[in-house]
C-alpha cells in the first residue's frame, strides 16, 4: 500500500498577512490585502492596484536596505545571495518549521527534501545587468546568478536550511507550485522521502508583473475593493501580488510518530494540459476538467462528495470562463450536489508561481479551522455560473473533501485533493 500524506507545517508571507493567524483571520472575514500602486514612479501606467506585502520593505536592489520584523533572526551572511521574494519564503520556511515541530536534524535528514517554484527575480536580474553593461563587464555581483535565475529558491534554502534529500524546482507558470505538491506527494507515498518542503514566491514589482500589462492580463480598475473580482461579470483582468509561502508534506505514519499536529490529508492529485494555445485556457475548460477527473479518481473521490472547490479563477475573462465551464462539467447542476466554490484570489491578487501552495494552505487552514471563505467582491456573477455555487459571505462550516484547482501558461492543469483529518 502507498503512503499516505498528510501535511504538518505551515509559513505565510502574503498579502493578507504574514502568519496563520493573521491570514485565517482575513479569510473568515473577507478581508482583502490590496492598496493603490505607482509603478515606476508613473502615474500613467494604468495599473493602479495590487497585493502588497506589509511589514517588509524589499524595493533596493542591496539587501542592507532591506526591513523585515526584528523577530526574524536571520544570517546576514546568507542575505547577500537572496532576492526579495527569497527573503519572503526564508520567513515563509522559518516559520513553517516552527509550525511542524520539527528539530534540525529532521530538517536536514536525507529523507527530508525542498520543492520550489518561482519565475525568478526580473527586478535583480535587471539591476545586475545594468551594473555590468554601465561598466563594459568591469562590475558583476557575484551573486547575480543565485539570487535572480528561477533556481534561486532551491539555491539559497537548500544551502540555508541544509536540506540533504531531493532539492529542485518547478516551472510550470501558475500550476508550478501545485506541480511540486503533487510531485511531492508522489515522493512520500512511493517512499522515497518522509517529507517535502514546498514553497512558492513571486516578487510584486514592475518587471514581474508590467509584463502582463502588455498582455492585457491585469485589471485597470482602480478601486481596490472591486479590482479582484473572479467570476464577476465586470471582471477584467487579475491583480498582481507577492510574498512567499511554505507548506510540509510529510509521511503520515512519521507524523503520527512524532505526534505531529496534521492539518489535513492530501488524498492525491491529477494533472492535464490543454494542448491549445501558449498563453489562453482552452474556451471549454477541456484541460482543467480532465485534471479534475484524475484527481478523483485517483482519490476515489465522487465529485458529489466534494464540499469546497478553491478555483484558480484570476479575475480574467477567459480564464474564469474556462474553469466556469470545467466546474459545471464535473459537478453537474444539481444545486444540492455541487460544492461551494470560491476564488481567494478576490482577496490576494494572484501569486503566479506560489499560487498553488498558498492556495493549498488556504485550503487546509478553511478544513483545520472549520469554515469555507466566500466569494468575495462579485456584485453581479458571470451568467456561465448559473450552476456554480458561490456563496457571497464566508460559510461556518468545516469542509470534509477540498480540490484546490491550479493553471498556468501552455496549458498546464493541476487538480489537488485534500481531506479534513479526524483520526
Not at 13 to 32: C, D, F, K, M
Not at 207 to 217: C, D, I, K, V, W
Not at 359 to 374: H, L, Q, R, Y
Request: hydrophobic letters at 40%; aromatic letters at 8%; glycine letters at 10%.
Amino acid at each position: 500500500m502507498p503512503n499516505r500524506v498528510v501535511v504538518t507545517g505551515l509559513g505565510l508571507i502574503t498579502s493578507i498577512g504574514n502568519n496563520r493567524a493573521q491570514v485565517t483571520e482575513s479569510l473568515r472575514e473577507l478581508r482583502h490585502g490590496f492598496e493603490n500602486v505607482v509603478f515606476m514612479d508613473n502615474p500613467r501606467i494604468p495599473v493602479k492596484v495590487a497585493g502588497t506585502i506589509k511589514e517588509f520593505k524589499t524595493n533596493s536592489s542591496n539587501w542592507v536596505d532591506w526591513e523585515y520584523p526584528d523577530h526574524y533572526q536571520l544570517d546576514v551572511d546568507y542575505l547577500k545571495s537572496l532576492s526579495p521574494h527569497g527573503l519572503h519564503c526564508l520567513c515563509a520556511m522559518l516559520q513553517a518549521i516552527e509550525d511542524s515541530g520539527l528539530e534540525q536534524d529532521q530538517v536536514s535528514s536525507v529523507d527530508t527534501g525542498l520543492f520550489a517554484s518561482s519565475a525568478g527575480s526580473t527586478f535583480m536580474m535587471r539591476h545586475n545587468l545594468e551594473s555590468m553593461i554601465a561598466t563594459n563587464g568591469m562590475r558583476i555581483n557575484p551573486m547575480s546568478v543565485v539570487c535572480s535565475v528561477s533556481g534561486t529558491l532551491n539555491f539559497n534554502l537548500g544551502a540555508y536550511f541544509g536540506i540533504r534529500g531531493g532539492n529542485l524546482g518547478f516551472v510550470s507558470a501558475c500550476a508550478s507550485s501545485s506541480h511540486a505538491i503533487g510531485y511531492g506527494f508522489d515522493e512520500i507515498s512511493l517512499g522515497r522521502h518522509k517529507r517535502i518542503f514546498v514553497v512558492g514566491g513571486e516578487e510584486l514589482t514592475a518587471e514581474t508583473y508590467l509584463p502582463f500589462n502588455g498582455m492585457r492580463a491585469l485589471s485597470r480598475n482602480p478601486d481596490p475593493n472591486t479590482a479582484s473580482r473572479p467570476f464577476d461579470v465586470k471582471r477584467d483582468g487579475f491583480v498582481g501580488t507577492g510574498g512567499g509561502v511554505a507548506l510540509l508534506l510529510e509521511d503520515m505514519d512519521e507524523a503520527k510518530k512524532r505526534g505531529a499536529k496534521i492539518y489535513a490529508e492530501l488524498v492525491n492529485w491529477g494533472q492535464a494540459s490543454d494542448g491549445y494555445n501558449i498563453a489562453m485556457p482552452h474556451p471549454e475548460g477541456s484541460g482543467l476538467t480532465l485534471a479534475m477527473k484524475k484527481a478523483l479518481k485517483a482519490a476515489k473521490v465522487n465529485p458529489e462528495d466534494v464540499d469546497y472547490v478553491n478555483a484558480h479563477a484570476t479575475s480574467t475573462p477567459p480564464g474564469d470562463k474556462s474553469e466556469a465551464l470545467s466546474l459545471v462539467a464535473i459537478f453537474g447542476t444539481d444545486k444540492d450536489k455541487r460544492p461551494a466554490v470560491s476564488s481567494t484570489k478576490a482577496l490576494t491578487g494572484h501569486g503566479l508561481s506560489m499560487a498553488g501552495v498558498m492556495e493549498a494552505a488556504f485550503s487546509v487552514i478553511a478544513m483545520k479551522d472549520g469554515f469555507i471563505p466566500g466569494a468575495a467582491h462579485i456584485s453581479e456573477p458571470d451568467p456561465l455560473c448559473e450552476h456554480i455555487t458561490l456563496p457571497k459571505e464566508t460559510l461556518d462550516q468545516a469542509p470534509n473533501t477540498v480540490i484546490s484547482n491550479s493553471s498556468g501558461f501552455g496549458g498546464s492543469n493541476v487538480c489537488l485533493v485534500f481531506k479534513k483529518w479526524d483520526e
